[in-house]
């Protein structure tokens, strides 16, 4: 029996991961050590374990803040949490997903230990500190499972020599095409159980909103969101409800907060159109996508499962540079109060 440990830190790499987890767990000759750590032990375990996996090992490192200084310390905690842990699960391969800085603890810990990495979705070029990241678990990696043939040629030629690449595309389309091929109804009235703010009409357009910090422009992050928010307004018609998703956990992340519990709890008859939510279950969050007029903000879900969806995107700022994408998407830059009527009729149905 072959362990394959799957380091698993955010609600976002838990959607990518999970059609891997499955594969594993069915294996009959595979045996699945799952370590849920980071960001995922306080939003999103529920959802883990609803979905019938049990963790090997938690692993409690986040230090909270919303400060740059909070993500080296917090990479650090994982790297003296996760060694033990690793020792005694006694893994034949450690995955790792995509590029999050706690997830460079994941690679160094593995490679030190002498566990053969696995990298998911490397070789990709993007915006903010998450670039570096990759690339460095890229350098640290045995096997790379990269989304696309492009990606993979860029793990070529940064390691050099024979890698093992195999392209697989990006695992959270399985799931995307599942709810998809499912011909979903429309969000039901969990919506309006579920998260704070405006009421959620079910008779009403909505658009999605998913907008995180980027750490490279820490300094700008109060001003990016707040000209975000009046985008949003400018830009909507007045009947368009907003389904805005609280921010990762990255430096900035505390000023964004702050802005939007503002806008959550002022009292303008038009901002009470506005609802959030810390995080829906990935099915259920692809479903939300499907019947959506369009989503807005910098996610890579946008570039992703949006492009397979089908679901027009507003790619916003600079955490998304240089990632591959589809017709789906058109860019903008902050700021963008004074041009959200030149955007042209990008407010298609649903399809």
């Known amino acids: 029996m072959t362990n394959i440990c799957v380091v698993v830190t955010n609600r976002a790499s838990y959607a990518r991961a999970k059609s891997i987890l499955s594969a594993i767990r069915s294996h009959p000759e595979l045996n699945l050590q799952l370590i849920v750590g980071a960001g995922l032990t306080l939003s999103g375990l529920n959802v883990v374990l609803a979905d019938g996996f049990k963790p090997a090992a938690t692993v409690h490192s986040l230090i909270e803040g919303g400060t740059l200084a909070q993500m080296p310390e917090s990479t650090g905690l994982a790297l003296l949490k996760l060694a033990p842990i690793l020792e005694s699960l006694d893994p034949d391969y ?140 400018a830009l909507l018609p007045s009947s368009w409800q ?67 969806l089908g679901t027009p995107v507003i790619d916003i700022g600079s955490r998304q540079t240089g990632r591959e994408r589809a017709s789906n998407v058109i860019h903008i830059d902050l700021p963008v109060v004074g041009a959200v009527r030149n955007q042209g009729n990008f407010c298609p149905p649903p399809t």
């Open 94 to 233: 450690l995955v790792t997903i995509a590029d999050r800085y706690e997830t460079l603890a994941n690679a160094i810990t593995g490679s030190y230990m002498n566990i053969p990495v696995a990298h998911v979705q490397g070789g990709e070029r993007t915006g903010s500190i998450d670039n570096k990241v990759r690339h460095a678990i890229t350098q640290l990696a045995d096997i790379h499972f990269p989304a696309t043939t492009k990606a993979g040629d860029l793990i070529q030629k940064m390691v050099g020599g024979v890698p093992d690449i195999r392209v697989t595309g990006c695992p959270s389309i399985d799931l995307a095409k599942a709810v998809r091929n499912s011909n979903p109804p429309p969000p039901n009235g969990s919506m309006s159980d579920k998260g704070s703010g405006a009421d959620f009409h079910l008779d009403n357009d909505y658009v999605v909103v998913q907008y995180h910090p980027v750490t490279t422009e820490y300094t700008y992050v109060q001003d990016d969101i707040a000209q975000l928010i009046e985008y949003v307004k």
């Open 242 to 308: 907003v389904v805005w998703m609280w921010p990762n956990i990255d430096a900035g992340t505390n000023l964004i907060s702050k802005a939007l519990r503002q806008l959550r709890d002022g009292y303008k008859p038009f901002d009470r159109r506005f609802r959030f939510y810390d995080n829906f279950e990935p099915e259920e969050f692809y479903r939300l996508l499907i019947h959506s007029r369009m989503l807005i903000g910098n996610s890579s879900v946008g570039i992703r499962e949006c492009s397979y």
